[in-house]
C-alpha cells in the first residue's frame, strides 16, 4: 500500500508558476499510475493530468501546454509544474496512485490560490 503526501501550493498572481510535488511512501511506487485532480469549491473533482507506470502521459485540454507533468521514480516522487497559470486554476490539487483492480489512493492535497 502506498501513502501519498502533497506539497508545493500556495497564492499566485496570474501568470505566474508553481511546481507541485507529491511524495509516495511504502510498496511499488514504480507499478502505479499517477494523477494529478482538483477540486475548486463548489465543483466536483476533475482530471488535471497522468502519468503511468510507463511514463506515458495525458491532460487535460483546460491545461494543455501550461502543465507538465513527471514521475522520478528513483525518488518515489511526482510533480506538476504549472506555468502561465489562471484564476481558474484555484483549487485544491490532489495527487493519486492508481493500479489495477487496487482502490485509488488519495493524498491529503495542497491549496493552490491564483489572484487576477
Known amino acids: 500500500q502506498v501513502q501519498l503526501v502533497e506539497s508545493g501550493g500556495g497564492l499566485v498572481q496570474a501568470g505566474g508558476s508553481l511546481r507541485l510535488s507529491c511524495a509516495a511512501s511504502?510498496?511499488?511506487?514504480?507499478?502505479?499510475?499517477m494523477g494529478w485532480y482538483r477540486q475548486a469549491p463548489g465543483k466536483q473533482r476533475e482530471f488535471v493530468a497522468s502519468?503511468?507506470?510507463?511514463?506515458?502521459?495525458n491532460y487535460a485540454d483546460s491545461v494543455k501546454g501550461r502543465v507538465t507533468i513527471s514521475r522520478d521514480n528513483a525518488k518515489n516522487t511526482v510533480s506538476l509544474q504549472m506555468n502561465s497559470l489562471k484564476p481558474e486554476d484555484t483549487a485544491d490539487y490532489y495527487c493519486?496512485?492508481?493500479?489495477?483492480?487496487?482502490?485509488?489512493?488519495w493524498g491529503q492535497g495542497t491549496r493552490v490560490t491564483v489572484s487576477s
Open positions: 502519468i503511468g507506470s510507463d511514463g506515458t502521459t
Open positions: 511504502g510498496s511499488a511506487f514504480s507499478i502505479y499510475d
Open positions: 493519486s496512485a492508481n493500479r489495477p483492480f487496487r482502490r485509488t489512493v
